[in-house]
């Protein structure tokens, strides 16, 4: 029997991990779903942490938060962590030492960065006086592309053409770089292993919620491959009280649903791993708690039946 590598939540999160038979299986796509304040970017950061623990590499992307912001959080917490880090800039990306980071952040102004930098490009080849494309902050492509500039960022890949062109955005898939495919515009480093936190995914779908199975597909015929594990969150939606965007919760191999409610006059956070595929998973309802002194945990405890 083939034994499944897992990448765990660490130290930082007690009792999720044994739920988990040590971990997500590496190459998978996991989400965390739930309402605001169920801890989601907290596990998000603990999983980005233990990855550099592990001297794995990490990209960490926010759509919801300055990278700044979530350092301190991390300092809030008292989680340690040691890396080579950068911020995605369009400076960084002339940076000589792009491509021997550990962590790359990516957050709004990267995208924003990203975007001038590609409508400024569409800009000098429209035709007939009018645009035809036009690239905003949550346009899904321009996260992938982000996505794949960031494993750049941390030698997982390679473009073989170092300057950005809207070629790249449509064509550069990374299974082709990993197979040796010649026509491929990226090269793999199959030495590197990396963690892909997208904290949220969700705001790619506020209009288009209809159509997240789709985009969510197109971002992992561009993305996966063994090498990297993908973990998302994602807000829940208010009618259905299920992940935001239709059929995501199909495409993606893990789910993880967190709760933030009332119970008694206090907040109260549970825990339920939904599904996991290549897992024997906890199938019970866990009470989630943020405990410990000046070096935060969170703790998943089982709930009494």
């Known amino acids: 029997m083939t034994e499944i590598q897992r990448l765990s939540f660490g130290p930082f999160v007690k009792g999720l991990n044994e739920g988990l038979q040590g971990g997500i299986p590496v190459g998978s796509w996991a989400m965390l779903f739930g309402n605001p304040g169920s801890y989601k970017t907290l596990h998000a950061l603990a999983f980005a942490l233990e990855g550099l623990r592990q001297k794995e590499r990490v990209v960490y992307v926010s759509t919801e938060q300055d990278w700044k912001n979530l350092k301190t959080q991390i300092a809030s917490l008292g989680w340690d962590y040691k890396a080579y880090e950068t911020h995605l800039t369009l400076k960084a990306l002339e940076n000589k030492d792009f491509g021997a980071f550990d962590l790359i952040w990516i957050d709004l102004d990267s995208l924003r960065y990203l975007a001038w930098k590609l409508n400024r490009l569409i800009e000098e080849k429209k035709e007939g006086g009018r645009r035809k494309r036009y690239f905003w902050y949550y346009n899904p492509q321009l996260l992938t592309f ?37 026509y491929s515009l990226v090269k793999v480093n199959k030495n590197v292993m990396v963690r892909v936190i997208i904290d949220s995914i969700s705001v790619l779908f506020t209009s288009m919620w209809s ?27 208010k009618s259905s009280e299920e992940e935001l965007g239709s059929q995501i919760g199909h495409i993606v191999d893990g789910r993880v649903r967190l709760w933030n409610e009332l119970d008694k006059g206090s907040g109260r956070v ?22 410990g002194g000046e070096s935060k945990l969170i703790e998943w405890t089982p709930l009494t039946q």
């Open 146 to 182: 982000a996505i794949i500039l960031g494993l750049e960022g941390v030698g997982a890949v390679e473009r073989k053409d170092s300057s950005i062109s809207i070629e790249q955005v449509d064509r550069i898939r990374i299974k082709d770089g990993y197979y040796g495919n010649k």
């Open 270 to 291: 549970t825990g339920w791993i939904a599904k996991m595929r290549l897992t024997d998973h906890s199938r019970i309802l866990h009470d989630v708690r943020i405990t």
């Open 211 to 237: 159509v997240a199975g789709r985009i969510l597909t197109d971002m992992k015929v561009k993305l996966e491959t063994p090498l990297y594990t993908f973990l998302l969150t994602s807000q829940v939606s």
